[in-house]
Nanobody, 126 residues
Framework: QVQLVESGGGLVQAGGSLRLSCAAS????????MGWFRQAPGKEREFVAA???????????DYAASVKGRFTISRDNAKDTLYLQMNGLKPEDTAVYYC????????????????WGQGTQVTVSS
């Protein structure tokens, strides 16, 4: 059984930064691709970023156009932890942010991920 626990959300003013963390347990973290998704009130769950299980290179990361250049996804396999560094935050980034895990390569499709955390709230004020 895989457990994912997000942390690091909070309230921040527009232009500020937050760093989200996702701690994984129950399986070998390095064997899985990881992703971040977000869901705002009244909207569908939206892809944010993903990173593959074996590499830190740009070719094995993927970002939604809305966050590219502002957000950075990374992983520390020794600590079984996924991160999302969020800079230049905008009010439209307000959402519950979820980390997710799957076998195989990265995808942008939420229902291809097998395990999910409970989410952490990010609120960006104008």
């Amino acid at each position: 059984q895989v457990q994912l626990v997000e942390s690091g959300g909070g309230l921040v003013q527009a232009g500020g930064s937050l760093r989200l963390s996702c701690a994984a347990s129950g399986r070998t973290f390095s064997s899985y691709a990881m992703g971040w998704f977000r869901q705002a009130p009244g909207k569908e769950r939206e892809f944010v970023a993903a990173i593959s299980r074996h590499t830190w290179s740009d070719g094995n990361t993927d970002y939604a156009a809305s966050v590219k250049g502002r957000f950075t996804i990374s992983r520390d396999n020794a600590k079984d932890t996924l991160y999302l560094q969020m800079n230049g935050l905008k009010p439209e980034d307000t959402a519950v942010y979820y980390c997710a895990q799957r076998m195989g390569g990265t995808t942008r499709v939420a229902n291809t991920y097998d395990y999910w955390g409970q989410g952490t709230q990010v609120t960006v004020s104008s």
